[in-house]
């Protein structure tokens, strides 16, 4: 359960100052080759041991202190003026791998640093899923560009001036795959772009997402991202929720419900938008309460209930919020139903206050409610402090699979996997004092769960002095490869609710593209009881 803390898809860094000045300050200590050709760097691979693929975001630091991290290739380009033709060490670390330690425990090689030359480190894997690229931001192909290697991507140095965004909402609409992305740091620092980032690409079976993604940004006449969500009046604008639906004329629209908010301080408006295909933006459709406790948030997936009904459900919090998947539902407020243990037509107030369904027999009722809005982790947590229900009564009672520890989740993404036969869940942890790095993987017969067992598939918090997040997790499954058997997923590094003062070079508050193989033992979960009600 969740406590203290919004999920991020509401708590999402807004600050021109914060996000900015995050993106230019990773940039200080960043070793900074002079002018070279390809010949005169020593090329270093970092690959991992087990799939023998380059692994980005690792860090080797010399005994100076200074730091390199590998580009999306896995690679480094080294030259730096004193150290060439000279035995080097490099201590190295990453996220979710690890590297031998020596006598002093301390983990790092030394290399024979001659212009031309090359070498190749294996690192062992810990993270069951596999990190494969970064999708966003500076240089993401920096130091492939600099061995005078091809790089994958047709835009592998920087596009759009972009050097930093957060989380993403996709779309496959009229022949292509839409991008949306929320707050975006430019490379000339300045304004940034706070009422949301579009990009599209070639749709998924046309593409290779083992490779990489390239990204055609709509961008204004500076040439920098436009601003896809342009309302009037102060504060940033983020978008949820984003469906694909036929409008009343019989025609596809994408619509997303949204948000207007003065930072992290208030919500200012908020309502529909419906996207314009001429102008290439989304425009207001309506407006609804600002205080209203349902609103489609999260990573939306479309299924059909038990009566056949197709709906779209939401994720934020989970279980959420689902609606009849028609353009007239999902702008009314009153079509949607909360999947919730309130009494029909109540709020939650607090744990006191608080109206619980039962039976007769004291049997707890959770079910799809109209005008009853879902209870969110600390609602949850909050009611089980007090007493008024158990964490076995919850359809989200998440357990650590190997040592049964609870898991507070912070947001997640569900669809329903062919090879597993089942929705599975990527989610990301973090309440209270708990970081936003760690990434769950869990699977339930419904949508609704119960969801009692998870595995941990990412960690970004190898070292305590080191932790990062990695938060709005979500897989993108027109991605799946093999019958649902190799899945993808996206999720925002970042260091802001961490802790940690020290931003990472490139990678900082980016998009991050990782693999996972479902039919690895370790993603094998116990049996699950099923939820009263």
Known sequence: MMKGKKPLMNNRISSLACACIVITAALVGRATPCAAAPSDYFAIEVVDEQTGRGVPMVELKTTSSVCYYTDSNGLIAFFEPGLMNRKVWFGISSHGYEFPKDGFGVCGVVLETKPGGSAQIKIKRI???????RITGQGIYRDTVLLGRTPPITEPLL?????????????????????????????????????????????????????????????????????????????????YGLVV?????????????????????????AGFMVYNDEKDVFEKQANVPVDTPILPKGFPFRAKAEDGTEYYYFTAPYPSLRVRAEWKAYLDLAAYEGYTCLCSGTRYGSATAAQLDRDADGKLIW???????????????????????TQDESPLRLRDADGGKLISLNNSSCFWNDYR?????????????????EVWYSEADRPEGPWAHARKIITHANKKDDAHDFYNP????????????VIYLEGTYVNTFSGNPHPTPYYEYNQMMYRLDLSDPRLTLPATKKVSG
């Open 245 to 269: 639906l036929r409008d009343p004329t019989g025609r596809e629209r994408m619509l997303a419900s949204f948000e207007r908010l003065k930072w992290l301080e208030a919500t200012l408006e």
């Open 421 to 437: 036969k089942r929705y599975i869940m990527i989610a990301s942890e973090g309440s209270g004092d708990t970081m936003l790095g």
């Open 367 to 389: 079910a799809w409610k109209k005008n009853t809005p879902p209870l969110n982790p600390t609602q949850q947590e909050e009611l089980i402090e007090a007493g008024k229900m």
């Open 159 to 239: 596009n759009a001036q972009v050097t930093g965004q957060d989380g993403v909402l996709n779309a496959i609409y009229r022949g292509k795959l839409y991008w949306f992305y929320g707050d975006t740091c430019r490379v000339s620092y300045g304004l940034g772009n706070f009422a949301m980032t579009g990009a599209t690409s070639e749709l998924p079976d046309k593409m290779d997402p083992s490779v990489g993604v390239n990204l055609k940004y709509f961008t204004a006449e500076d040439g920098f991202v436009k601003r896809m969500a342009p309302l009037e009046g102060e504060g940033v604008v983020w978008l």
């Open 474 to 485: 979500t897989q993108h499954p027109f991605f799946d490869q093999d019958g649902g058997r």
């Open 127 to 133: 993270n069951i899923a596999e990190r494969l690229y």
